[in-house]
């Protein structure tokens, strides 16, 4: 049977998806064909190894594989392996293990995102748009930028047509907004290997709140630590906010000297520990502060990895 398919076919990038990353690669895989980690966007994909010969030499197996399937490669689209070259929308660079979004592309996302950021109304077609501008800037940034796609996907929820309208939020304009301002901050360039980056410090966060006191704290494995009291209006909010705060206080004060390092911060609040793992809440006030650490490891290039420590283990920053 021969299937032919428009791209711009409601779900036809996903049927897509199912037949060639889910099923042809794990055919590949299994029988050894593939080894090497391949990197996939729709229709375009790459592998990634240490030697130029052995990628060059396992693609044109792959291809051969992919061909006796009926599936066939345009040939004129191939590039060789190289240290830099650019790949499915960016420049690869393996020298500082870098990826980069093009100029032209650059320029096109933050004009669309900044102009999102204002509009009253969107219709369906132009936030599905946005949202895969979106999801390929965020490869761009740091672990943890699904948090800024959230309220993008939670305004096209119920629309079934391209040309249906729907009011924008301050949430939705907002998460726009961020989007420019990160896009503006990196310039389209991140890391798609962490290699570079050097172990950090470890740090215990904790917070607590009663009738008469509400605080935080944090203490780092070298020594220094650091403890406030919360004034009356942020005593009111609820403790999983205190917890996260109590960490993004910390690493404002100490972000800038944690440049390429991945600091591990151990908190014994599950409900943002598992936020901060996923990259993103169900609350707001969570969305909230994940955003914020976001922008900090933007800004001063490094690293948070989230850690879970039992209350009774977390002595030195209780």
Known sequence: MHLFADFGTRGMPGVFKLLYKD????????????TLPMVVWVDDCGLIGAA????????????????LLGILFKWLKDKAAAQVIPM????????????????????????????????SSLSLRERRCGAGRAQRAVMTLPPGARCLLQPIYAAMHGLK?????????????NAWLFLYEVLALNMGRGYF???????????????????????GGAVENDGEADWWVYGASASKRLIDWLEADTVLEKARTSCHKWYKQIVDFWIDNSAFELSGEAGRSRVERLNV??????????????????????????????
């Open 161 to 173: 047509h391209a040309w249906q309208q729907r009011k924008t939020n301050k949430l939705e304009r």
């Open 193 to 215: 290997s962490y290699d570079g980056f050097s172990p950090g410090p470890a740090v215990c966060t904790d917070a607590s709140k009663s009738n008469r006191y509400a605080g």
């Open 52 to 67: 130029r010969r052995r990628c060059d030499t396992e693609m044109w197996a792959f291809q051969k594989f992919a061909g």
């Open 23 to 34: 099923m042809l690669l794990g055919m590949a895989r299994s029988l050894g064909v593939l």
């Open 289 to 318: 502060v994940l955003q914020k650490l976001f922008l900090l490891q933007v800004e001063h290039t490094f690293i948070i990895r989230f850690n879970w420590i039992p209350t009774d283990d977390n002595t030195m920053a209780d």
């Open 88 to 119: 499915i929308g960016f420049w690869w660079d393996s020298f500082s293990r870098t990826i980069s979004l093009l100029e032209d592309k650059l320029g096109a996302y933050m004009q669309m995102f900044q102009a999102f950021s204002v509009r």
